[in-house]
């Protein structure tokens, strides 16, 4: 983790490059069902009914998941400050 240390402002032209790999590498931290929840709510615009659904699970669980799952993606070093907005 000490690679995502730099700030993507000081890297250029590759700060979106950047900003991918560390979300990519947040990501894969997750356990697999909250990771698939992210997946499907936020980059699949799914609804928590449909997710709950292709999951096989309730939407309650959908919600718990997505909601831990936010939680340990704000504690990311690297997601951090685009999470909450630098504050």
Do not use: N
């Not at 709510?41 to 718990?64: H, W």
């Amino acid at each position: 983790t000490e690679r995502f240390g730099v700030s993507p402002a000081i890297t250029g032209g590759f700060a979106r490059v950047d900003m991918r790999e560390v979300l990519r590498h947040a990501l894969r931290q997750l356990p697999t069902k909250q990771r698939a929840v992210i997946a499907l709510r936020y980059f699949e615009d799914r609804s928590e009914a449909e997710t709950a659904a292709i999951m096989g699970c309730s939407v309650g669980t959908v919600k718990s998941q997505a909601s831990k799952a936010i939680a340990r993606l704000r504690q990311h070093p690297g997601l951090a400050d685009v999470l909450t907005g630098g504050k």
